[in-house]
């Protein structure tokens, strides 16, 4: 390009000056809108995939979504994230299936028909796990390609050997078609004697004043699976072949008290949950192979807004099985905490 004079050059390398600041102010815009908006302050990341915390009669891995193969998680899989292992004194033996997880983060949906690797989203998104004080573990997974939903779950063990599990999410972008999100979390058990789950309920049709125990049994995988709180009549759309089948197919029962139990070799698992997040309880006879029953939850945020944060809490125990009076008072604490009078 050839100026007739020096002030023409002046005014045309002015012009360029201000367009190339005005490119770095958008480009600085567009990265910003995009960044996390989950903030967590004081963690460190280290070099393995897992991190073992230890607290009473617990030993807890959590585990990102990498394959790992070594002494402390042998053959575990790609995919699979959360607890990796969970021991206690007087059971040595990793409660989970090792190959995969409990208390595991699985799907995002929204009742709709989609690709395999879509509702399994989280288990293909880069995951990071970090290391937050002496006993606490948080994963952290930004806006996932598809679902665009941003979230850090975490991993606490109390004093007492009890697990905290607290997922905060952010939805990043109005992808979900039917105005919900559907969150499920698994937990592969390995090899009980029974698959069984029990908890407090009733018939689905009667409004017991006295619940009573009931035991769970799902006859195959996708049947009659899933057991909804006694109030619990929402309606989520969803399609006709949406391929979940644990989701939408409900038992003939309802809970009234917002936990459940089942027992593997002599030791109960216990997950709790807040009345508040109407949580949906969910089973599979063979969900991790055969002989694994997968003892699941399910959490829907309804009408959901793109940037606002929500919050899920629940608590999980670990301990020896005497009987179901021993089970209700050893969780008293727990339930008594997240769901306080």
Known sequence: MRFENLKEYRNVRRTARCFILVMVFLVEINFSGCSSNLQTAGYTVGDNDYIVLQRGDIEMVIVNNEAVDDEKLPGHRGGYSGVGSLTHTKQGNNLFVPNYAGLNFEHIHDGTTKEIDVLFEPRRAPMEIRKIGKHTVELYQGPTPNWQLESRLRYKLLDDGAV??????????????????????????????????????????????????????????????????????????????????????????????????????????????????????????????????????????????????????????????????????????????????
């Open 164 to 341: 905290e599990m607290t997922l905060e999410c952010i939805p990043h972008a109005r992808t979900f078609q039917n105005d919900y999100i559907g969150l499920f979390f698994a937990s592969y058990i390995h090899q009980p004697e029974l698959p069984y789950i029990y908890f407090l309920g009733h018939l689905s049709d009667e409004r017991e004043d006295r619940p009573e125990w009931i035991t769970g049994i799902s006859p195959a995988h996708g049947k009659l699976s899933t057991h909804r709180a006694t109030n619990d009549e929402r309606r989520f759309a969803h399609d006709e072949d949406f391929p979940l089948t644990l989701v939408f197919n409900f038992s003939n029962y309802s809970y009234s008290t917002p936990w459940y139990y089942g027992v593997s070799n002599g030791m109960a698992f216990v997950q709790m949950f807040r009345k508040s997040d109407e949580v949906r309880l969910s089973q599979s006879p063979s969900g991790g192979g055969r002989g694994n029953p997968a003892w699941d939850f399910q959490w829907f945020i309804p009408d959901y807004e793109v940037g606002r944060r929500y919050r899920f809490v629940m608590r999980a125990m670990y301990i020896p099985f005497e009987s179901p009076e021993q089970i209700i008072r050893a969780t008293a604490r727990h339930r008594a905490a997240l769901n306080p009078k």
